[in-house]
């Protein structure tokens, strides 16, 4: 497994990772807005976009954008998101690092592997301990943040989307 800078090299797999997302629901967090981006070169340009605070969208903060790529196949597993500081929404509800892994691949642990690949890259922008969130019934994404040392913090209360938010603090 690796994590990679999305690119148009993985045009087809990123298509692919998408395309499953669609058919079995769900959302994709820590992708930006590649669910609702038809064109991968559209999505590939924010992601660049927003690696630099210079050219984030306003309402964003810079971000660093992986894919996780299973090497003997070049399949998409995962996607993975680090948001550099905080706005308000990202402090209360969505934390440094965002992830999703597609359907076909989950319990597998690529996600639990996925958050630890991404830790190394966290510490090296500076960000000695990180914030991960997950929805409260989201037993899956619990299982994975606890398994890479999370320490809860807490549950909020997301009014806009009507869930429950849990809070929970890992060292990089």
């Known amino acids: 497994m690796k994590l990679v800078v999305p690119t148009m090299e993985y045009e087809k797999e990123i298509q692919a990772f998408r395309q499953e997302f669609i058919m079995n629901g769900g959302s994709m967090d820590g992708g930006l807005s590649l669910k ?3 064109n991968v070169f559209d999505w590939i340009k924010q992601v660049n976009d927003c690696s630099n605070a ?17 090497e003997n196949d070049n399949k998409v597993v995962g996607i993975i998101q680090i948001r550099h500081y905080f706005n308000e929404f990202l402090e209360k509800y969505a934390g440094h690092i965002g992830y999703s892994i597609c ?3 989950r319990r597998k642990g690529y996600a639990t592997q996925m958050l630890r690949d991404i830790l190394p890259v966290c510490k090296k922008l500076g960000l000695n301990k990180v914030l991960v969130c997950c929805l409260d019934d989201n037993e899956g994404s619990r ?12 549950t909020v209360y997301d009014p806009n989307k009507k869930d429950n938010i849990e809070k929970y603090w890992i060292d990089s």
Do not use: D, M
């Open 103 to 105: 359907h076909s691949e």
């Open 54 to 70: 210079e050219t984030c969208p306003v309402g964003l903060v810079p971000a660093t954008q992986f894919i996780y790529v299973r």
């Open 143 to 154: 299982k994975t943040i606890l398994n890479n040392g999370g320490i809860y913090e807490s």
């Open 36 to 38: 609702r981006t038809e």
